[in-house]
């Protein structure tokens, strides 16, 4: 059985810039969410995909975009970035209509915004 | 709205003493609890859950914790700590049926020999 996986690891970029960051989901999985983590903090809900859709935000702005594709991976886009977006990012799999109540996290990829 | 608080940010104990890491949930609807473990620079592992059923639950690591509805409370419990256990471990509570994560702030487990 494939883990989560997540990349990059690490990403730097600098504020106004643009990035994308990637997760694969746990196989037979068709559910990914995204996490921010930020700095001696808990994780904090970003947006949930399922079926390519979104399915449920938190209180994130709209520069905060995704996408999940057929095969159940999905990409995290972040525009404008600002300084506050300096965090650990987390993608989480489950399975929706299986006893999907369980996430299953990938290690993260680490943003800095300098 | 649902919010969790773990209750101690940093618990200090020596090797092979019991610990408790304390959690307490708020929500207005029924929930499933967790317990993730974080080891420096790694994502969330999966340490235990509570779905329904008892209210004892057994995880990895010889880590266990009661779900106390009348107390709102999901303490984590681990009669004899290891080195290793050293790490950062969180409380998640979601909405049955919701699929979001409500995480509490974290807990610093520090071991020392």
């Known amino acids: 059985e494939t883990g989560v996986t997540q990349s990059p690891t690490h990403l730097i970029k600098t504020r106004g810039q643009q990035v994308t960051l990637r997760c694969s989901s746990q196989?037979?999985?068709?559910?990914v969410s995204w996490y921010q983590q930020a700095l001696g903090q808990g994780p904090q809900f970003i947006f949930q995909?399922?079926?390519?859709?979104?399915?449920g935000r938190g209180n994130f702005p709209p520069r905060f975009s995704g996408l999940q594709f057929p095969n159940y991976s999905s990409e995290l886009n972040v525009n404008a970035l600002e300084l506050d977006d300096s965090a650990l990012y987390l993608c989480?799999?489950?399975?929706?209509?299986?006893?999907?109540?369980?996430?299953?996290f990938g290690p993260g990829t680490r943003l800095l915004v300098l | 709205a649902q919010s969790v608080t773990q209750l101690d940010s940093q618990v200090p104990v020596f090797e092979e003493a019991p610990v408790e890491l304390r959690c307490n949930y708020s929500?207005?609807?029924?929930?499933?609890l967790f317990w993730y473990v974080q080891y420096p620079n790694q994502g969330l592992q999966l340490l235990l859950k509570?779905?329904?059923?008892?209210?004892l639950v057994k995880g990895i690591n010889g880590f266990e914790a009661e779900f106390n509805k009348s107390q709102t409370s999901f303490h984590l419990r681990k009669p004899s700590v290891h080195i290793s256990d050293t790490a950062e471990y969180f409380c998640?509570?979601?909405?049955?049926?919701?699929?979001?994560?409500?995480f509490g702030q974290g807990t610093r487990l520090t071991i020392n020999p």
């Open positions: 989480a799999s489950s399975l929706i209509g299986g006893g999907g109540e369980t996430q299953y």
């Open positions: 998640a509570v979601s909405e049955r049926g919701a699929q979001k994560l409500v």
């Open positions: 995909y399922y079926r390519e859709e979104e399915n």
């Open positions: 509570y779905l329904s059923g008892s209210t």
């Open positions: 196989s037979g999985h068709n559910t």
């Open positions: 929500s207005s609807v029924s929930v499933y």
